[in-house]
């Protein structure tokens, strides 16, 4: 019964997720300003971070120029100029990329087109159900292609026409909203489609009409998922259309607006990181696990690509181990499971990186500051660049991440005779500046960092043993040291069993890792004292 136990368990621990590429859908309309009437493709912004190349773009300028129904990578579209022009949506989209989306622009505009008389209410024939025509099938193309499409948004900068007349200014929330809804219910099929509306306030009939500004803003009072942009203080080519560079801040302030409609909504996710050197990636075997515990796999789990586990690196998926290799495990599992047993009715996630042998002083470098990325050592950039993607990954995914603590297992490189008496005395003053350094860098001031003693046993090749274990003292928050780091705890280790002491073990003389019952034992009490920390 004990081995069937194991045998289960370990089916569940190795759960492996095939995932699809997906694409992020914003459907961008209206007319000059969102066309771009001004953007000279002469004064294209340089794309210095090759992004364009994995930004899709679908556009059409109805009854000129096209993509011809294609998809194609971000780039200045034809018409107006001899190099052609471009809108906000270039810098819009590049916004999206490095906040972890994969954009898909699907544009569709006409200067000097008007809601009433050209784009039309549903069913009219005007120039939205020309856009809905060809919507349809630029979505199946890139299903076709293999993409899950996640429709995000859509973006109207439209009205100065409309503020032209009389009549069509006091239609025009009427009309908007009759479009509005037919795309969310009858077209997208998407009820909380996040929308971004704006129009240039300072055009001439818009100044002599603001009804349609007080539409707009009208219709976003009315709804969460709704927004007004500004368009105030962009620099102008003309009474009416923005320069290139205004077309390029257009575009960031609508990123901001959407990224503001993004988070009042999101679901709130606690974060609690792992990082450190081989008692902290784990020792563990997962056929050694007690029948007894019981995996919690509604925690969320990431992990870097350096790492071997039961799932798959850099994508969230399920509780599982993630060690040097997948048959064995570090702390996640018990602090997972006892971290989501202390808080039931909270979304939990785990992000992990670890390197074993890796040491502070150089491997996990931080750097002066955020700038100082060229004395970045390769575990801390690993660790950063784990984070951050991981964290990006729940912002797309529709959750509001917020890092709670992180959990660190390290010392022993430091404290080794290869690391020179030098590192090993001064490991107290760079664990103080790696504390603050992560929490600068991750901007997570509060964040409490958990950290556990090295080396129980004395032992020859560690001559920085004492220093080290006597700088981790003085770190921890009461220790009423100049070195202790506020919010940062030391945690008792020296009773763990180790990997010498488990049954069978084929290293009898190790005396540095803990063993498979001591791995799970740290990761609860690293639990432990975050339930008891944590504010």
Same mark, same amino acid.
């Given at each position: 019964m004990k081995r069937l136990s194991l045998l289960v368990l370990g089916v569940l621990l190795f759960i492996n997720v095939n995932a699809q590429k997906s694409v992020d859908l914003f459907?961008?309309?209206?007319?000059?300003?969102?066309?771009?009437?001004?953007?000279?493709?002469?004064?294209?912004?340089?794309?210095?971070?090759?992004?364009?190349?994995?930004?899709?773009?679908?556009?059409?300028?109805?009854?000129?120029?096209?993509?011809?129904?294609?998809?194609? !990578?971000m780039q200045a579209q034809k018409g107006r100029y001899e190099k052609g022009h471009f809108g906000p949506e270039v810098s819009f989209s590049r916004e999206l990329k490095q906040a972890g989306y994969h954009p898909a622009i699907f544009k569709y505009c006409l200067g000097g087109t008007g809601l009433a008389r050209d784009?039309?209410?549903?069913?009219?024939?005007?120039i939205y159900d020309h856009m809905v025509t060809e919507l349809k099938p630029a979505i199946k193309k890139l299903q076709d292609d293999g993409y899950k499409v996640n429709i995000r948004g859509f973006i109207w900068i439209q009205g100065e026409t409309d503020a032209g007349?009389?009549?069509?200014?006091?239609?025009?929330?009427? !009309?908007?909203?009759?479009?509005?809804?037919?795309?969310?219910?009858?077209?997208?099929?998407?009820?909380?489609?996040?929308?971004?509306?704006?129009?240039?306030?300072?055009?001439?009939?818009?100044?002599?009409?603001?009804?349609?500004?007080?539409?707009?803003?009208?219709?976003? !009072?009315?709804?969460e998922n709704i927004i007004y942009t500004t368009m105030y203080g962009l620099p102008k080519a003309d009474a009416t259309h923005l320069t290139p560079i205004g077309l390029v801040e257009h575009g960031k302030r609508i990123f901001n607006a959407y990224q503001i409609l993004s988070t009042e909504n999101k679901k709130p996710i606690d974060v609690y990181l792992i990082g450190g050197q081989s008692n902290a990636t784990g020792?563990?075997?997962?056929?050694?696990?007690?029948?007894?515990?019981?995996?919690?796999?509604?925690?969320?789990?990431y992990y870097s690509r350096e790492l071997g586990g039961g799932g798959v690196p850099l994508q969230w998926g399920l509780l599982c181990q993630a060690s040097e290799t997948p048959d064995r495990f570090g702390p996640e599992l018990s602090m997972g499971t006892a971290l989501k047993k202390a808080y039931p009715d909270k979304e939990i996630a785990m992000?992990?990186?670890?390197?074993?042998?890796?040491?502070?002083?150089?491997?996990w470098n931080p750097g002066k500051d955020k700038s100082d990325s060229i004395n970045f050592g390769p575990e801390y950039k690993k660790f950063i660049n784990t984070v951050v993607a991981g964290l990006k990954d729940l912002e797309r995914q529709g959750?509001?991440?917020?890092?709670?603590?992180?959990?660190?297992?390290?010392?022993?490189?430091?404290?080794?005779?290869?690391?020179?008496?030098?590192?090993?005395?001064?490991?107290?003053?760079?664990?103080?500046?790696?504390?603050?350094?992560?929490?600068?860098?991750?901007?997570?001031?509060?964040?409490l960092f958990i950290y556990g003693y090295?080396?129980?046993?004395?032992?020859?090749?560690?001559?920085?043993?004492?220093e080290v274990r006597l700088a981790q003292k003085q770190l921890s928050q009461n220790s009423g040291h100049p070195l202790a780091v506020k919010g940062a705890f030391v945690v008792e280790t020296d009773d763990l069993p180790l990997r010498c002491d488990e049954p069978n073990s084929p290293y009898l003389d190790d005396k540095i890792h803990f063993n498979t019952f001591g791995i799970l034992e740290l990761g609860k009490r690293f639990a432990e004292k975050i339930n008891a920390e944590i504010k």
């Open positions: 459907i961008w309309a209206g007319q000059s300003n969102a066309q771009g009437w001004t953007g000279d493709a002469a004064l294209y912004p340089e794309d210095t971070l090759g992004l364009d190349k994995s930004i899709l773009l679908n556009w059409t300028f109805y009854g000129k120029e096209s993509s011809g129904g294609e998809w194609v !990578n784009w039309k209410s549903p069913g009219e024939g005007g007349d009389e009549k069509t200014a006091g239609d025009y929330q009427q !009309n908007l909203q009759k479009l509005l809804n037919h795309l969310r219910s009858n077209v997208l099929k998407v009820s909380d489609l996040k929308i971004i509306l704006g129009v240039d306030e300072q055009h001439g009939f818009v100044k002599n009409r603001p009804k349609v500004v007080d539409a707009q803003k009208r219709i976003a !009072n009315n709804d020792q563990g075997y997962i056929k050694n696990i007690p029948t007894y515990f019981k995996l919690d796999q509604s925690v969320q789990f992000i992990k990186h670890g390197l074993s042998g890796s040491n502070l002083y150089y491997h959750y509001k991440p917020q890092i709670k603590a992180m959990v660190w297992q390290q010392g022993e490189g430091d404290a080794r005779d290869i690391a020179g008496m030098e590192n090993s005395n001064n490991y107290g003053k760079n664990l103080n500046h790696f504390i603050k350094r992560v929490r600068q860098h991750l901007e997570a001031p509060e964040m090295v080396i129980p046993v004395p032992l020859e090749r560690f001559t920085g043993r004492e």
